[in-house]
């Protein structure tokens, strides 16, 4: 059968982007369907505006913080329609990278929602497109519960383009997007709540580290309600409560492709569906919704399926960072997952307040914490949290995949003085 298309991919996010990029340029005849900005959540609605708005909340506290270096600043004033604009244009910026990107790799991008009509058929637009292989990248969206008073609500998405600051704000949830809003807002100004059902957020992150960041958010006036339950809203809230997969409009029952429970898909170590040639990446598939996870995914199904590779992913160290204030940045397991897994651990905790804060008056710690496998001496886990965290695990996942030990840390010459050189000076 003669098909439009040899790879159709349904998503220009990251993992949408990366695996038609990398199959255009080994010769295949690729089409990309998206019916919104390019670039998906990452772009748009997640990691490069976020980051930008915690990069904006940072500068309150650094103004007063100055002060112990002998700087004074006088009539400083925020401007939250300054820093909103200058978001859109730095996002309508990086939409016109990703359309070059794929152009210029000759792939046709198709504006307009996909839904499948059989198994090797996309509709869009009432057109149908034909494809040998298919490649499911939708990626996840914000939800809101069904509470009363929900329209008074909103998620992170229309948190990026709020026409006015409140002067109040409730956050619902205990992931890493809460927590970043919580001190997104608390940085701007906003007089913040963060509210979670359950005992600590941020579950599935180290216990020392959870428990570490409640205190140093509790320093900054942000109120925490663990064990909180919204049953009405009255005022503004932020439902910070998860992601679900964004299926809702593919009509996958055309197909009857297998889901879980949660409505995510299905997908072997390769990324297959039960479906052969249909595959899918990203949160769409659920576990961690991290933007690098989904440009490697997407990257092994390209080669596997247009270079003759059989790649997989080793998904045990994935680095990944929280960018809240201060910053959370881990890689590799948890100590209880440490525990767990292996029969004997040794675990390195250092707590200290930064040499930068000396001068400052602040009272912000930093958190490090390093756990070896006894019996290798290999690192299994490494955890921060503090300034600059991301930053600082990034060289040390590096170590941690070439296998590095416990002794090649403690043979590591320090830079002093910084912070990254406690993780080679504990003892």
Same mark, same amino acid.
């Given at each position: 059968m003669k098909y439009d298309f040899d790879f159709i991919v349904i998503g220009a996010g990251s993992g949408g982007v990366r695996a038609s990029r990398i199959a255009a340029k080994h010769g295949a005849r690729v089409a990309v369907i998206e019916n919104s900005d390019l670039g998906g959540t990452c772009v748009n609605l997640g990691c490069i505006p976020k980051k930008l708005f915690a990069y904006a909340s940072q500068y309150h506290e650094t103004q007063k913080e100055a002060a112990g270096y002998g700087w004074q600043f006088s009539d400083a004033q925020f401007n939250w329609h300054t820093l909103r604009e200058n978001k859109n244009k730095d996002i309508h910026r990086l939409n016109k990278i990703y359309e070059k990107l794929l152009l210029d790799n000759n792939v046709t991008i198709i504006k307009g929602s996909a839904a499948f009509v059989d198994p090797h058929t996309i509709s869009v637009n009432e057109k149908n497109y034909s494809?040998?292989?298919?490649?499911?990248?939708?990626?996840?969206?914000?939800?809101?519960?069904?509470?009363?008073?929900?329209?008074?609500?909103?998620?992170?998405?229309?948190?990026?383009?709020?026409?006015?600051?409140?002067?109040?704000?409730?956050?619902?949830?205990?992931?890493?997007?809460? @927590?970043?809003?919580?001190?997104?807002?608390?940085? $701007?100004? %906003?007089?913040?709540?963060?509210?979670?059902?359950?005992? #600590? *957020?941020?579950?599935?992150?180290?216990?020392?580290?959870?428990?570490?960041?409640?205190?140093?958010?509790?320093?900054?006036?942000?109120?925490?309600?663990?064990?909180?339950?919204?049953?009405?809203?009255?005022?503004?809230?932020?439902?910070?409560?998860?992601?679900?997969?964004?299926?809702?409009?593919?009509?996958?029952?055309?197909?009857?492709?297998?889901?879980?429970?949660?409505?995510?898909?299905?997908?072997?170590?390769?990324?297959?569906?039960?479906?052969?040639?249909?595959?899918?990446?990203?949160? @769409?598939?659920?576990?961690?919704?991290?933007?690098? $996870?989904? %440009?490697?995914?997407?990257?092994?199904?390209?080669?596997? #399926? *247009?270079?003759?590779?059989?790649?997989?992913?080793?998904?045990?160290?994935?680095?990944?960072?929280v960018f809240c204030e201060p910053n959370i940045a881990t890689v590799g397991l948890t100590e209880e997952q440490a525990r767990e897994q292996f029969d004997d651990v040794l675990v390195y905790n250092s707590t200290f307040r930064a040499l930068k804060h000396t001068l400052t008056g602040s009272d912000e710690k930093t958190f490090m914490k390093l756990i070896e496998d006894k019996k290798t001496g290999k690192i299994i886990g490494l955890h921060m949290v503090g300034s600059h965290a991301g930053e600082i695990i990034q060289g040390f996942a590096t170590a941690m995949q070439a296998g590095a030990t416990k002794t090649d840390f403690d043979n590591t010459l320090a830079i002093h003085p910084t912070i990254a050189e406690e993780f080679v000076l504990m003892r």
């Open positions: 494809a040998q292989y298919i490649l499911i990248a939708t990626g996840s969206k914000a939800f809101i519960p069904d509470v009363s008073g929900k329209e008074y609500a909103i998620t992170s998405d229309q948190a990026f383009h709020l026409p006015e600051l409140p002067k109040t704000i409730t956050i619902v949830g205990g992931g890493y997007i809460a @927590v970043e809003f919580a001190t997104i807002f608390n940085g $701007l100004g %906003i007089d913040t709540t963060l509210s979670y059902r359950n005992d #600590l *957020f941020l579950r599935g992150f180290d216990l020392s580290v959870r428990k570490f960041v409640a205190e140093e958010l509790t320093k900054k006036g942000i109120r925490l309600l663990f064990n909180d339950h919204v049953e009405r809203i009255d005022k503004l809230t932020l439902f910070a409560t998860g992601r679900q997969p964004n299926i809702q409009d593919l009509k996958l029952e055309n197909i009857n492709l297998n889901l879980r429970d949660d409505h995510s898909i299905i997908v072997n170590k390769t990324y297959q569906t039960h479906i052969d040639h249909i595959y899918a990446v990203g949160d @769409v598939i659920g576990g961690p919704q991290l933007t690098p $996870l989904a %440009i490697a995914q997407g990257h092994i199904v390209a080669d596997n #399926l *247009f270079a003759g590779t059989k790649r997989t992913l080793n998904s045990t160290l994935i680095p990944t960072a």
